[in-house]
């Protein structure tokens, strides 16, 4: 069942994804439609991830809004 | 009107008086402007309560007059007061009321902060070079924060009083509230109503601890309602109105209720009607203490220079312009007391919701009172009700009767002292 999760910040709809031989989320970004594929090793590693490289994670350079080219074979 | 001087604290030794008041006081946007820096900018105000920010990330829009506040709470529970205001280029961070986010983003250029103020980065960081420091361009904070029972408050002023200097005497208030709650804390959860009046922030300030207008204004809920309410605001009453100092002032029912003896009876209610609650305040505090508890009942309270805790109700001031105010209403809700909880907001939905007579009665007046003191004469404001008879009491508060002004006089030598002390450069 999708479910979505927001605030004023962002917006997503998350969903148990079945395709898969193991269930994991699938996370769509309301405001551009791109999808991103969470299993259950990567979600545990988030709850494993100290705060301050959850807080690198949020700077907008660091991945979305950069002019560095995007790891080999990923989109930007 | 406009006042006859130039700023200066002698304009005020002169505009305010111990026993009248200068109409400018109201209407000039001078005195306005002076008020927020010497007062509002200044001393101690309520920001918000620790329960409306229960989870690490949650945040609420707040004030300090006009000022937006961002009130969070960060992954290590710490609770801090941010002004709403994106630090690059000036943009208002946060358009909901309340939320929950692990960083803050702004919608203009997309600089991010976490909930606790500080630069997380920006867009296309190439554009600023290697050597451009994060740490100073963090989001304006409110210098010093401080909570009491719950309830958070800021300073814009790096030194001065402690929270508990400022709060003085009023402190005990804040204990008579939390101790009504089975397990010892308020939670204000359940929504607030937000009312603009034209008219200055003082006018509120000063009615709240009134009990000289009651039998007047709220004339209408006396006559269709079965309470005891009437009788506090007589001159029989045995309520007092009492200056408690640094502008806190209050209307202190408990002499009137003590006599009427009954439990509850401050919330036109009887313990019949709350079992679950009346049952678990007897298990937390012991029958006798819990009865003296149910007697005296909520505050009536005028915290200076913002926060009114009117029994059932809590009321944030919020001043706008000098002829602007808001009012932020929420009813109390107490922790381990859900049937109380139910039948407080239902209360005062029926005293201040859209259909209620108390805030429409009380904001018709300050409307009617902001036009009325700009005419030219009589230029002043009486405020001579008990003068003949106020009296120091045993705690060694100035203290009147319960229709007396004892209680705007005290805040109005509160506000001349603010506007005249020497201020630090």
């Known amino acids: 069942m999708d479910e979505t999760v927001e605030n004023e910040f962002a917006s997503v709809t998350v969903a148990v994804d079945e395709a898969g031989n193991d269930r994991r989320l699938r996370v769509r970004d309301n405001r551009t439609g791109r999808v991103a594929w969470f299993d ?37 | 009107m406009t006042a006859p001087t130039p700023s200066s604290g ?22 306005f402007a002076d008020e927020m820096e010497r007062i509002w900018y200044r001393t101690w105000v309520y920001v918000g309560h620790e329960s409306e920010i229960p989870e690490p990330g949650d945040y609420v829009v707040k004030s300090i007059g006009p000022q937006s506040i961002i009130m969070s709470r960060d992954r290590q529970g710490g609770v801090h007061l941010l002004l709403n205001r994106c630090s690059h280029r000036g943009n208002q961070l946060c358009e909901a009321r309340r939320g929950n986010t692990g960083a803050l983003r702004c919608q203009y250029h997309g600089w991010t902060f976490g909930p606790d103020g500080a630069l997380l980065g920006y867009p296309f960081r190439q554009g600023y070079g290697p050597d451009t420091p994060k740490s100073g361009l963090g989001l304006g904070r409110v210098p010093r924060t401080d909570a009491y029972q719950g309830f958070v408050f800021g300073s814009f002023a790096e030194e001065g009083p402690t929270l508990l200097e400022h709060l003085g005497s009023a402190r005990e208030a804040l204990d008579r509230v939390a101790r009504l709650s089975p397990l010892g804390r308020v939670e204000l959860t359940a929504g607030w109503l937000r009312h603009e009046v034209r008219a200055n922030w003082k006018m509120l300030v000063e009615n709240e601890t009134d009990g000289y207008h009651p039998q007047f204004v709220h004339s209408s809920i006396f006559e269709v309602g079965e309470s005891h309410v009437a009788e506090v605001y007589s001159e029989k009453s045995a309520a007092t109105a009492r200056d408690l100092g640094g502008g806190h002032t209050e209307h202190d029912l408990r002499p009137q209720f003590r006599h009427i003896d009954v439990p509850l009876a401050w919330f036109g209610t009887t313990e019949q009607r709350l079992p679950d609650y009346c049952r678990a305040m007897r298990e937390r505090h012991g029958d006798t203490t819990a009865r003296e508890i149910l007697v005296d009942g ?39 007391a859900p049937d109380l909880n139910r039948r407080l907001l239902h209360q005062v939905s029926g005293s201040v919701g859209p259909a209620g007579f108390l805030l429409a009665d009380d904001s018709e007046m300050y409307e009617r009172n902001q036009r009325g003191v700009a005419a030219r004469l009589p230029e002043w404001l009486v405020l001579r009700r008990g003068l003949n008879r106020e009296h120091i009491d045993a705690d060694g508060h100035l203290a009147g009767a319960a229709t007396d002004e004892t209680t705007q006089r005290a805040i109005w030598r509160h506000i001349r002292t603010l506007l005249t002390e020497e201020c630090p450069a």
Do not use: C, K
Not at chain 1, 62 to 67: F, G, L, S, V, Y
Not at chain 2, 10 to 31: F, K, M
Not at chain 2, 314 to 328: K, M, N, S, Y
């Open chain 1, 40 to 76: 259950a090793l990567l979600l545990e590693t988030f709850v494993w991830t100290p705060e301050s490289e959850l807080r690198a994670l949020l700077d907008p350079s660091r991945h979305r809004w950069t002019a560095d080219p995007a790891p080999e074979g990923e989109p930007r």
């Open chain 2, 10 to 31: 002698s304009r005020y030794q002169r505009l305010i008086e111990d026993d009248r008041v200068h109409g400018s006081l109201y209407t000039d946007p001078a005195v």
């Open chain 2, 298 to 336: 909520s505050p009536h309270i005028m915290i200076f220079p913002n926060l009114f805790i009117a029994e059932i109700q809590l009321f944030v001031i919020q001043p706008l312009a000098v002829d602007r105010t808001v009012q932020h209403v929420t009813p109390l809700q107490f922790a381990g």
